[in-house]
T-cell receptor
Framework: DSGVTQTPKHLITATGQRVTLRCSPR?????VYWYQQSLDQGLQFLIQ???????AKGNILERFSAQQFPDLHSELNLSSLELGDSALYFC????????????FGQGTRLTVV | KNEVEQSPQNLTAQEGEFITINCSYS?????LHWLQQHPGGGIVSLFM???GKKKHGRLIATINIQEKHSSLHITASHPRDSAVYIC???????????FGKGTRLHILP
């Protein structure tokens, strides 16, 4: 158990809908990262938050947004969902903004039908 | 050309063999990570390196900053080592993270 909790584990939704994925980091970790893993693209970095502020941005679509709350949990919002958004979404957390090991959650498997 | 290249893509070996997985990168990095992803999908961080060598049990990771190359070694491999091993780097320029495409390792009993 990495100490990082992601909910839900599985999510099935229709095209055009909006979903929210939730991540609770390890106790004491200030950084949260979001990643997408699809069959054709592999793992891709979406976005990083550190202590409530956006720290680094990767290949995150405009239809996607994220935030980190004062209690350090994070949410990834995916809207106007398309079939191609079906993927595993991972969250990871680390102590600092850079230079420290990241611990991964078990992922949320999103299926868009 | 990908900024992070792993080789081999697939590797099948007999139990007990010494395994080497390679990662080369073409960008300036602040750190390199080796991750393990099991068939169930869960990802475990194995190592984070910025220089030198680290060892954890039967796993050894090395990095050569000048040559922009890292290797992950598994000694006395076991079927439970069967997984996808992924190399990832933190970019110096903007702190983004880039992943290699992974190496699928299968250890036969």
């Amino acid at each position: 158990d990495s100490g990082v909790t992601q909910t839900p584990k599985h999510l099935i939704t229709a095209t055009g809908q909006r979903v929210t994925l939730r991540c609770s980091p390890r106790s004491g970790d200030l950084s949260v990262y979001w990643y997408q893993q699809s069959l054709d693209q592999g793992l891709q970095f979406l976005i990083q938050y550190y202590n409530g502020e956006e720290r680094a941005k990767g290949n995150i679509l405009e239809r996607f947004s994220a935030q980190q709350f004062p209690d350090l949990h994070s949410e990834l919002n995916l809207s106007s969902l398309e079939l191609g958004d079906s993927a595993l979404y991972f969250c990871a957390s680390s102590t600092l903004s850079r230079g420290t090991e990241a611990f991964f959650g078990q992922g949320t498997r999103l299926t868009v039908v | 050309k990908n900024e992070v290249e792993q080789s081999p893509q697939n590797l099948t070996a007999q139990e007990g063999e010494f395994i080497t997985i390679n990662c080369s990168y073409s960008v300036g990095i602040s750190a390199l990570h080796w991750l393990q992803q099991h068939p169930g999908g869960g990802i475990v961080s194995l190592f984070m390196l910025s220089s030198g060598k680290k060892k954890h049990g039967r796993l050894i990771a090395t990095i050569n900053i000048q040559e922009k190359h890292s290797s992950l070694h598994i000694t006395a491999s076991h079927p439970r080592d069967s997984a996808v091993y992924i190399c990832a780097v933190n970019l110096n320029r903007d702190d983004k993270i880039i992943f290699g495409k992974g190496t699928r390792l299968h250890i036969l009993p």
